[in-house]
């Protein structure tokens, strides 16, 4: 089965961190372009970090530059999301993303909450 599975969601104090990992199953993540994305409910998705397919491109949202890194491992087949200094404003239920020409896969989502 064709899937990516999130962990690693929870609930962190302000300025604490977490580490977000997206395993992929049934395909190999080699040569895929990746990212991670987040919502918060009743707002738009957005774009939090992505690696290029080849590795040679990594772009980070605004919002999160350098506070947030984001890595692959080919050999385990993971995508992994460090999130530091995090803050109540990156509360939100983050997905992994994998893409290529002839595929889009998302994961299931894990949620974050920041607080005190």
Avoid: H
Avoid at 68 to 79: E, P
Avoid at 85 to 104: F, H, I, Q, S
Wanted: proline share 3%; aromatic share 8%.
């Amino acid at each position: 089965q064709v899937q990516l599975v999130e962990s690693g969601g929870g609930l962190v104090q302000p300025g604490g961190s977490l580490r977000l990992s997206c395993v992929a199953s049934g395909f190999t993540l080699d040569g895929y372009a990746i990212g991670w994305f987040r919502r918060v409910p009743g707002k738009e998705r957005e774009d939090v970090s992505c690696i290029s397919d080849n590795g040679g491109t990594i772009d980070y949202a605004d919002s999160v530059k350098g506070r947030f890194t984001i890595s692959r491992d080919n050999a385990r087949n993971t995508m992994y999301l460090q999130m530091d200094r995090l803050r109540p404003e990156d509360t939100a239920v983050y997905y992994c993303n994998a893409v290529t020409v002839d595929m889009n896969k998302w994961g299931q989502g894990t949620l974050v909450t920041v607080s005190p």
